[in-house]
């Protein structure tokens, strides 16, 4: 048993499952707690200790974290099923210059000045825009991991090209990369168990055993083990 736990933030629209399962299978004596937190509080949650690292959406403020890039996202617009743009396989941005498209207040877009035309409001929420679209009230631009996790049957989503895209990242205090983080960023890589960048292995049976017969002339067996050259002491003359 352990009272150690690994605490993973993660913003909405990553799936941090798959990544989860391998750490039950490596690390089985720590548990991993997910912690869900908005884009927008993903950072202070980290700088306040409430989560060991957590998947957050770029860009973000990097002073005090360090941050690996891990995949950028196909930004989609999100219409009515009976929308035009819905038979379309990609659209341009020209392409909803006539329509109002809504610019909810925790887009992570990072638009400089979203396309089309302002909608009568700007939501707080990208779920609050999901149901406005779905009212009629205007068109969303949207990573298409948010397409998909506010996904309604009356509502499709199409690729738009040339726009600005949501890049997904790993991030976690830089004082405070652990042994679990370490473990984590190998996860997320693809390591396999045995990586030399991963955790130390434990050193076979066998090879133990070899360093121990060999300590230094009037030392310790550990003293050996730390300062014999490939496994054997030197003779005394």
Known sequence: MTDREFRLAYVPGVTPAKWAGVWAERVPDVPL?????????????????GADAG????PVDREGLSVIPLYV???VVVVPKDHLVAAADEVTVADLADDEVLHPMDDTLGWAAPPGLPAFTRPDTTAEAVELVAAGAGLLLVPQSLARLYHRK??????????????????WPAEATTELVEDFIGIVRG???????GRTPAPAPGKARKQQRSPA???SGRRGAQTGRGGKGRRPR
């Open 154 to 171: 009356d509502l499709t989503a199409r690729p738009v090209a040339e726009t600005p895209q949501s890049q997904i990242a790993l991030a």
């Open 33 to 49: 707690t997910l912690v869900p937190v908005a884009a927008a509080e993903a950072v202070r949650l980290l700088h306040d200790g």
């Open 191 to 197: 390591r396999t168990v045995n990586s030399s960048r």
């Open 73 to 75: 996202e196909t930004t």
């Open 55 to 58: 998947f957050v959406r770029l």
């Open 217 to 219: 002339p009037g030392g």
